[in-house]
C-alpha cells in the first residue's frame, strides 16, 4: 500500500539536509559526513550509501520518477534493502507487488501527479 508524501512536509524545517544526484562524480565523494543528515538520493546515488544498518530511516529518502530502474538487479536490491523512506510517483503503482515482494511496503510513499 502506498501512503502520500503530505506526513513529510516540514519534517526537517530549518534543518540542513543533502540532495544527491546520481553521476560519475559522487566516485570521489565520502558520504560519512553527511551521514547525521536528512539526505535526500535520487536514482541510483543511493549506491554510494550504506542504509542496510537501521538508524532514523525518516532522515533517508530515496526519490524516483524512473519505474524503469526496477529492472536494474544490481540496484534494484540495494533500494529494496535499504532502510530509507522511498519515494516514487504514481506511475509506479501499478508495479506495486514488486514492492509488496519485498515486504518493505510500509515505508513507500507514491506521489500523486495533478
Known sequence: MFLGVNKFA???SGKKC???GAGPSLKDVDTS???NYPVICVNSS????D???PDDSEKRFW???DSLCMEWDYFWKKVIHSDCVRIVRDSWSRKKDKFQD???CAKDYIT???
Open 10 to 12: 516540514n519534517k526537517h
Open 18 to 20: 543533502f540532495v544527491i
Open 33 to 35: 559526513v553527511i551521514s
Open 46 to 49: 543511493i549506491l554510494k550509501f
Open 51 to 53: 542504509w542496510t544498518i
Open 63 to 65: 526519490l524516483s520518477c
Open 102 to 104: 519485498a515486504g518493505r
Open 112 to 114: 500523486q501527479q495533478k
